[in-house]
Nanobody
């Protein structure tokens, strides 16, 4: 059974940092290109970052230079290190593959106060 479990969100002041984790099960994780997405209230879900099986990364322009995606193929976990957080980063954060073909998890809420 496919399962994606996100964690690590919370309330942080602008300029602060958080590290999100996403534990995946039921998929061929080590060969999957994984991604982080986010959805703010009243907005569509948007792409944040992606990482290939070999570690190549790509980022949305809005987070480039501030966020870092990484993965641990032994733990079947993908991470998102978020630095220099801004209020506009406030959203529920989700992981999935780069084509979002898996059932979405609950996500983890990130709230950045100004």
């Amino acid at each position: 059974q496919v399962q994606l479990v996100e964690s690590g969100g919370g309330l942080v002041q602008a300029g602060g940092s958080l590290r999100l984790s996403c534990a995946a099960s039921g998929i061929a994780f080590s060969i999957s290109t994984m991604a982080w997405y986010r959805q703010a209230p009243g907005k569509q879900r948007e792409f944040v970052a992606t990482i290939t099986s070999s570690g190549f990364t790509n980022y949305a322009d809005s987070v480039k230079g501030r966020f870092t995606i990484s993965r641990d193929n032994v733990k079947n976990t993908v991470y998102l290190q978020m630095n220099s957080l801004k209020p506009e980063d406030t959203a529920n954060y989700y992981c999935n593959t780069n084509i979002a073909n898996l059932a979405w998890g609950q996500g983890t809420q990130v709230t950045v106060s100004s």
